[in-house]
């Protein structure tokens, strides 16, 4: 039986409801973001190998850093004792196979990415070393304070020779910059622990840090001759103390010329005095040590001399096999420096009364030894 005309059925009251919400109903919006990346299977090592005489082991990557560290097991499990990165400066100079010319927000979102990489790779007790020039040493520190890392020294390392030029003042330096996830230290394994500064807490669960294998000469000892060096109670030996924050002298000087340390295909290398201070103050044997940024392979040389499992990725392949042959050979200075004065005056004379004093300190030392 049809229906009067200007009546509708219930099953189209219904039809037309849901046309009617559909209607009336906000857009759906499609979804444009990309998808998750999949996480990376581990990448593949270039090399590998253990040390001889201190068993530890070595790998080399290459390669991009950004893409390769996150397929590293240490780095993805926050396994990394300690990091030195030596980035491209981007001052347009002739790597092997690297852009040095980016443009500035360019380069910056690479040094974000990589310096985000490196903080999610080391311990809680890990600490990060960062050697920039003036260019970029302000971004990178507000970088690593707003990823609530803590500052411990914003070192220097000065050279001479530094190019000439006659606009303004010639570059004489680069920044050591030291953080760590931890504000304070913990004691060292062996050696002396030192007493503090007042300032500064010691205890377990703090920053890897050994002073004792890096202690130089003090000036009061090696110029001087004040006998308050001998009897002095910051628990450091008589005499010593841990170097300042500048960082020069003999063997510090820029890699050239006919320098025994010198490899060829890099004008830019560091000292091997430099990362043998850094590596040993900032870990211990059988600790995990990474370059994200091989180069020449100085990070490399000392710390797997020195007992460190190591980690490095480098762009080139080229770079990465001299560094790989360097690191094989070892180092050429390791241990110069050790108990050695930086001071940079000449050792004042010794009177006879000064001299005696001085034995009456060191005897006294040794009677409560």
């Not at 046309?19 to 090399?47: C, G, H, M, W, Y």
């Not at 001998?230 to 103390?241: E, F, I």
Request: aromatic share 10%; with cysteine.
């Amino acid at each position: 039986m049809s229906q009067p005309s200007g009546t509708r059925s219930s099953s189209a009251l219904r039809e037309g409801a849901a046309i009617e919400a559909k209607l009336s109903a906000p857009p759906v919006r499609k979804n444009t973001a990309k998808p998750r990346p999949q996480p990376a299977t581990d990448a593949k090592a270039f090399d590998q190998w253990t040390h001889a005489k201190t068993g530890a082991e070595a790998r080399v990557y290459v390669g991009d850093c950004r893409e390769i560290l996150p397929t590293i097991p240490e780095v993805k499990n926050a396994q990394v004792d300690l990091v030195f990165a030596d980035p491209p400066f981007n001052w347009n100079r002739a790597y092997d196979k690297w852009d040095d010319a980016l443009p500035q927000r360019e380069y910056l979102e690479f040094t974000y990415t990589w310096l985000d990489l490196c903080i999610g790779a080391i311990k809680p007790t890990g600490s990060m070393w960062v050697n920039i020039p003036d260019d970029w040493a302000a971004e990178i520190v507000v970088h690593l304070k707003q990823r609530k890392l803590h500052m411990v020294n914003w070192c220097v390392w000065h050279y001479r020779f530094g190019q000439n030029c006659t606009e303004r003042f010639i570059n004489s330096k680069v920044h050591a910059l030291y953080f760590a996830k931890q504000g304070f230290a913990a004691p060292p394994r062996e050696g002396p622990a030192g007493r503090g500064s007042g300032r500064s807490v010691t205890g377990a669960g703090g920053r890897t840090w050994n002073p004792g294998p890096i202690l130089e000469m003090s000036d009061r000892a090696s110029i001087y001759n004040d006998p308050r060096t001998y009897s002095k109670n910051d628990g450091m030996p008589a005499g010593m103390r841990v170097p300042m924050d500048v960082w020069y002298g003999q063997y510090w000087g820029r890699i050239q010329g006919n320098n025994k340390e010198r490899r060829v295909g890099h004008d830019n290398q560091l000292p091997e005095v430099y990362l043998e201070r850094v590596v040993r103050a900032c870990s211990n044997p059988g600790d995990m040590v990474m370059d994200p940024f091989l180069g020449s392979g100085t990070t490399g040389v000392i710390a797997h001399a020195l007992g460190r499992n190591f980690i490095g990725t480098e762009f080139s392949k080229e770079n990465a096999k001299r560094a790989i042959e360097r690191m094989k050979s070892g180092p050429i200075r390791l241990g110069a420096l050790d108990g050695q004065s930086s001071a940079i005056f000449e050792k004042r004379t010794l009177g006879e009364k000064k001299r005696k004093k001085i034995e009456k300190v060191k005897a006294g030392e040794a009677g409560h030894g």
